[in-house]
Antibody, heavy 112, light 107 residues
Framework: EVQLVESGGVLVQPGRSMKLSCAASGFTFSSFPMAWVRQAPTKGLEWVATISTSGGSTYYRDSVKGRFTISRDNAKSTLYLQMDSLRSEDTATYYC?????WGQGVMVTVSS | DIQMTQSPSSLSASLGDRVTITCRASQDIGNYLTWFQQKPGKSPRRMIYGATNLEDGVPSRFSGSRSGSDYSLTISSLESEDVADYHCLQSIQYPLTFGSGTKLEIK
């Protein structure tokens, strides 16, 4: 059974940093590009970032470019999202996803 | 960036009705269009990929189609379990962009 389990979400002050993790199991993690998608409270889905299978290519939405870093450890079957200089508008549930598979999501709240 | 204009934003229909949700792409996206269903408090579920391909395990009353730059998700006979938000996604070009979503309710 495929599982994607996010962790790391918490309440953080504006300007601070946070790192999300997504532990994958049940499929060959290294063979699939991975992505982070977020959803602000009562809003629609918003793509955040994608990473290639090797990690050699990364893509970001403009509003997070230079602040967020997506990475992966294929040996650990884990996806990461390092989030720096957090803003209130980054408040959302963050999902890791690939193909038809989605994690349960992790809530990130940026507030003073 | 490619804009995905999704309509309607909300829809109320009766059980057994035929329901159609549409996304219009601002540029050519070929068949790089995915439909997701999201029930309250749950993660999205992929329903249709490649514009017309039904995901394994998705009921056959769901279908996807394309007419030019318009992409549609159709439910042939609405059931109570179909109450959810529906989202489209274009994946031909970064940044990937979602439609604004459609809230489907039972009348």
């Amino acid at each position: 059974e495929v599982q994607l389990v996010e962790s790391g979400g918490v309440l953080v002050q504006p300007g601070r940093s946070m790192k999300l993790s997504c532990a994958a199991s049940g499929f060959t993690f290294s063979s699939f590009p991975m992505a982070w998608v977020r959803q602000a409270p009562t809003k629609g889905l918003e793509w955040v970032a994608t990473i290639s299978t090797s990690g050699g290519s990364t893509y970001y939405r403009d509003s997070v470019k230079g602040r967020f870093t997506i990475s992966r450890d294929n040996a650990k079957s884990t996806l990461y999202l390092q989030m720096d200089s957090l803003r209130s508008e980054d408040t959302a549930t963050y999902y890791c996803t690939t193909g038809p598979y989605w994690g349960q999501g992790v809530m990130v709240t940026v507030s003073s | 960036d490619i804009q995905m204009t999704q309509s309607p934003s909300s829809l109320s229909a009766s059980l057994g009705d035929r329901v159609t949700i549409t996304c219009r792409a601002s540029q050519d996206i070929g068949n790089y269009l995915t439909w997701f269903q999201q029930k309250p408090g749950k993660s999205p579920r992929r329903m249709i990929y490649g514009a017309t391909n039904l995901e394994d395990g998705v009921p056959s009353r769901f279908s996807g189609s394309r007419s030019g730059s318009d992409y549609s998700l159709t439910i042939s006979s609405l059931e109570s379990e179909d109450v959810a938000d529906y989202h489209c996604l274009q994946s031909i070009q970064y940044p990937l962009t979602f439609g604004s979503g459609t809230k489907l309710e039972i009348k």
